[in-house]
């Protein structure tokens, strides 16, 4: 069996146990300015009292980064339980109102119709049914709604891919298990013309994907 069949195997079980709290840490003591920047570019696209929802949250941050900005009513996501539970906790501790419920982005636990924004960062990749998960977003967006999916590319350069690796940790042994983490999830990361492929089996018929430094920004309009 080949690497990236194994680690396929695992796909839509999410992260629980002792690694979530240290997913945790790691975003909150390296991440942060990363999520504000990420819920800012959300924010410039919202009308005060938009309903947003952040799919896979992990330990909440962007959420939480993007209930300070403005008066949105924000939901995040996550189908592993130890992560919604962490997410009530950070948002509890940042003061801030946002509900996190668990769910699977394949068969997501809304309406039709309820959010104007939806949002995924560093996620889409473990994901077991990719066009499921995007028709799931169609079905929960609005009219006139957008979603952004921001991932790694593929098709980064290895040298790029390392070097920001090294950023994320600082000391030896993270430093080298970052290296090497990075270099198994851009084996699953997806190209833009995955991207591009995986939407046009939805009912979305307009998108826009930007390159930006190892991700992809995919722009998803309803
Ligand atoms: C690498 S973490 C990313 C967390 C966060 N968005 C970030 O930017 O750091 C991937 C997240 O996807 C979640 N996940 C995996 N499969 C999922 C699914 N099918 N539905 C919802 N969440 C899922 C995991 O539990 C985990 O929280």
């Known amino acids: 069996m080949s690497v990236m069949k194994f680690f396929r195997q695992f796909k839509d079980l999410g992260i629980t146990g002792p690694f979530t709290r240290w997913y945790d840490k790691n975003t909150r003591t390296n991440r942060i300015a990363e999520m504000q920047g990420y819920a800012k570019e959300v924010a410039s696209h919202l009308k005060d009292n938009a309903s947003v929802l952040e799919v896979a949250p992990g330990p909440g941050y962007l959420s939480i980064e993007l209930a300070k900005i403005g008066n949105y009513t924000i939901t995040g996501m996550d189908i592993s339980a130890d992560f919604v539970e962490i997410c009530r906790v950070n948002a509890k501790r940042e003061n801030v109102n946002v509900t996190f419920v668990q769910g699977n982005v394949s068969a997501m636990p809304f309406e039709d119709n309820t959010f104007d924004f939806i949002v995924c960062s560093a996620a889409f990749k473990n994901f077991k049914e990719p066009v499921v998960a995007i028709k799931e977003m169609y079905r929960v967006l609005k009219d006139n709604g957008i979603v952004l999916i921001i991932d790694m590319n593929h098709n980064v ?66």
């Open 157 to 222: 350069s290895k040298e790029i891919l390392i070097e920001e690796a090294g950023k994320i940790s600082k000391s030896g042994f993270e430093r080298w298990f970052m290296k090497n983490t990075f270099k198994q999830l851009c084996n699953s990361a997806y190209t833009r013309d995955d991207f591009e492929n995986i939407i046009k089996q939805t009912s979305f018929s307009k998108n826009d994907i930007k390159e930006i430094g190892i991700g992809l920004f995919v722009y998803i309009y309803k």
